[in-house]
C-alpha cells in the first residue's frame, strides 16, 4: 500500500513539474513577444500582458499543487518538515527517478531566471519608452504655451488663451 501511495506521489510530482517546465517555456516565449511588442507594435502589448497574467495564475495553480504532492509525500515517508524540497526527498526515489526530477527541478529554475532576465529587461524598455513619451508631451506642451511675461503686440486689448492649446486668439 505505501509502496503503491509512493509510485503514485513521485509520478504526479513529475507530472506536475513537466506541467510547470512547460508553463515556463510558455511564459517565456511570451515575455520574449512582449519585448518586441514593446520595440515595435505596442498596441499588442495589452494583449500579451493579459496573457502572461493567465499563464502566472496557472503557474501559480501548479506551484500550490508541487507543494501539497510534496507535503503528502514526505508525510507518506515520514519526514515530514515544516519547509520539505524536493531536494530532501531525492534519497527516496530511485536513483533513475531522482535524477529526472533533479534535472526538472533544475530546469524549472533555469527558466525562472530567463523569464526574470527577459521582464527586466521589457520593464527597462517600457520605463524608457515612458520616459520619451513624457518628455516629448512636455516639449508639445511647451511649444503652445507662451512664454511668462509674454505680452500681446496688442497691448491694450486683454487676450485669452484657448482652452487647453495655451495658444492665444483674437476675435
Known sequence: MVADKFIINRFELEQVLVQQFRLLQELIELSKKERAALLNE???????????????????????????VIQEFSISLGVHLENTSIQALLPF???????RIKNLSEGIYSLAGQAREIN?????????????????QSFLISMFQ?????????SGTHQEPATGLGVEFRA
Not at 517600457?126 to 513619451?133: C, N, Q, R, S
Not at 507662451?146 to 496688442?154: H, N, V
Open 120 to 136: 527586466h529587461a521589457s520593464q527597462a524598455i517600457a520605463v524608457t519608452k515612458l520616459d520619451w513619451l513624457k518628455a516629448t
Open 42 to 68: 505596442p498596441e499588442l502589448v495589452p494583449q500579451l500582458v493579459e496573457d502572461k497574467e493567465v499563464l502566472l495564475d496557472k503557474m501559480g495553480l501548479m506551484e500550490d499543487k508541487c507543494r501539497q
Open 146 to 154: 507662451p512664454e511668462s511675461g509674454y505680452r500681446s503686440p496688442m
Open 93 to 99: 526515489f530511485k536513483a533513475e527517478d531522482a535524477n
